[in-house]
């Protein structure tokens, strides 16, 4: 047995002592039978007896483990007759190296820490069940609990005749008063604020944090640690010490008494641990955490009453005005609002003062008068050259501002400090060499479809000097030869030569000439129109010598029976002297 753990059970734990010579099996302590049983294997309740008076009603008040100076394996219990008679000191001795511990209502287990009870979810809100540790069986003590005993831990319903009662929060059985958020009974909710966020400190290694003030009289207060586990967490009285220090290797659920309230340490389905208290504290808390390798994030809600006895460690206030943000024309100046320490006055960071009560910014104009009259210069514009030496400019402008949105244009002279340049050297780097194109010749040919041409040089940037063709790029060589058509050429024609001497020397014969087809270069051609084409053959007359005195004309007639004169004249045979004689008729005038 250990050491001596006592379980308080309201008022109304029943009898656990039977009467002297009870068997295992069956108890029935002061006539009122009780019964007994036991799991698979279980051994059941050995030989016990009463030391003492039993009266015929005793409540039983707690249950203790042996303690130093008891007999071994014996546990005492104090018994009240009726409720209102003097406690009676019993001593039951059980098995060896067994104790027995009892839960009302369904906690079954052992609340000593470090020394667990196997416990069972059995009974009704209103019964006892006890179990004895090392044994493997329940036992009802009592079908009903003293009437008055809570139903429930952190419940003000209360048992009545082995069924639960509702109890208002006035403690009026029946009452349908309930608290409000501020756990004030009846209440509307406006005796305080809800005040809650998540925390995330900036940088791992810096030690413990301030998190969040929790004032004097909170009440719901809820803190949990987003990273599954609370052995980041501390919390801080207003005296600088530390109440908590790390949650590490805490049974799930644990209570633990602090600041006049208790806080339920809990482990969600998530893993995620969590803080609770129904408070209201007794004094003001200071949430911290510690950020060792990594970053540990604080979720927290509590309700603070509105009307605080003492004023928190931290309040807004404002800081000193800025400067102004112009020196002429209208500027303004800002009053930001900074979260201080009320002890000494220092800042510190946003989260430790409350949203709701924040201060809203302050801002002012300030140095209203006109500015002097300046010279108001812009942008330089691009380099007139993207490489080597070129010229770049701006525009630069006597001006007044009179007010942060309007400015006033003055003549040059209205402004005493010499005019800034307008015009400037601009410089890049050094050119590369280009290709340089002449002149493009005449079109050749001069009608119809032609060419240009050019000549093109690779030159240094500067022109000075021709390079070969490799120092300039290919791609970018301009053309050397262009095509042209200035106009449309003129048609082929007809070209005629001289008319030769006429065939006959004497009266009428004919004449020949040359005729060919050239182009507008006088080149031949096949292109002349046939139909336009001069004749090549022309009559011609030659003067006769006077005859001789006496002899008269000669009869000019065709002499059929030596030539046939048509073919005569379509062979062009007229010139010749035998056939012209032959067919005078038909080669006259030809």
């Known amino acids: ?201 900036a940088s791992p290694g810096a030690g413990y944090e301030d998190v969040v003030w929790i004032p004097k009289g909170s009440v719901h207060i809820f803190i949990q640690d987003l990273n599954l586990s609370l052995s980041h967490l501390a919390l801080k009285g207003e005296q600088e010490s530390l109440l908590l220090e790390g949650l590490p290797g805490i049974p799930q659920p644990h209570r633990l008494p602090l600041a006049g309230t208790t806080f339920q340490l809990r482990q ?81 960071a946003p989260h430790y003062c409350s949203a709701h009560s924040k201060l809203p910014k302050r801002q002012r104009a300030c140095n209203t008068e006109p500015c002097p009259p300046d010279w108001v210069v812009g942008n330089w514009s691009l380099c007139s050259r993207s490489c080597d030496a070129g010229v770049r400019s701006r525009s630069v402008v006597c001006q007044r501002r009179v007010s942060a949105a309007e400015e006033k244009a003055l003549d040059d002279s209205a402004c005493p400090q010499p005019r800034p340049p307008v015009l400037e050297a601009c410089h890049g780097p050094t050119c590369p060499p280009e290709w340089a194109a002449l002149d493009w010749s005449e079109c050749t040919p001069s009608c119809g479809p032609g060419l240009r041409h050019r000549v093109v040089l690779c030159k240094s940037a500067d022109h000075r000097a021709t390079l070969p063709p490799a120092h300039c790029s290919p791609a970018a060589k301009p053309p050397a030869t262009m095509r042209c058509n200035l106009r449309r050429c003129p048609p082929a024609r007809w070209v005629a030569g001289e008319w030769g001497e006429c065939s006959a020397q004497c009266g009428v014969g004919q004449r020949q000439r040359s005729v060919r087809c050239t182009s507008h270069t006088g080149q031949a051609s096949h292109e002349c129109t046939e139909a336009l084409r001069p004749p090549t053959t022309q009559q011609c007359e030659a003067k006769c010598d006077s005859p001789t005195p006496g002899d008269g004309p000669e009869e000019c007639k065709d002499v059929n029976k030596v030539a046939y004169c048509p073919l005569v004249l379509k062979f062009q045979f007229c010139s010749r002297a035998y056939f012209r004689q032959m067919c005078c008729k038909t080669c006259q005038g030809h």
Not at 106 to 127: I, M, Y
Not at 280 to 293: D, E, G
């Open 1 to 201: 047995t250990g050491p001596a753990s006592v379980l308080r059970a309201g008022l109304t734990p029943s009898c656990l002592l039977p009467p002297s010579g009870a068997t295992s099996g069956s108890v029935s302590p002061l006539g009122r039978a009780q019964r007994v049983w036991t799991e698979p294997g279980g051994r059941g309740l050995r030989g016990a007896t009463a030391a003492g008076p039993v009266a015929a009603a005793c409540p039983l008040l707690a249950v203790t483990a042996t303690a130093p100076g008891q007999p071994s394996g014996a546990s005492t219990v104090w018994v009240r007759e009726g409720g209102t008679a003097p406690a009676t000191r019993m001593t039951v001795p059980l098995a060896p190296r067994t104790s027995e511990k009892c839960s009302v209502l369904n906690l079954t287990a052992s609340l000593s820490v470090g020394n667990s009870t196997r416990g069972k979810r059995t009974g009704e809100a209103c019964s006892l069940t006890c179990l004895a540790e090392g044994f493997n069986f329940y036992t009802e003590r009592a079908a009903a609990v003293v009437d008055g005993t809570p139903c429930r831990p952190d419940t003000v319903d209360i048992c009545v005749s082995g069924e639960c009662k509702h109890v208002g929060c006035d403690r009026v059985l029946g009452s349908d008063l309930r608290e409000d958020k501020c756990r004030v009974c009846g209440g509307d909710g406006s005796a305080c604020e809800t005040i809650e966020g998540v925390f995330s400190p």
């Open 268 to 348: 969600g389905p998530d893993q995620v641990q969590s803080l609770e208290a129904l408070g209201p504290i007794n004094a003001s808390l200071i949430v911290m955490v510690l950020a060792r390798t990594e970053l540990p994030a604080l979720r927290y809600r509590f309700n603070a009453p509105i009307a605080r006895d003492s004023l928190p460690p931290y309040s807004w206030h404002y800081a000193p005005w800025t400067k102004c943000s112009a020196q002429c024309a209208g500027g303004s100046q800002v009053q930001a609002v900074e979260c201080r320490n009320q002890l000494d006055s220092s800042a510190v």
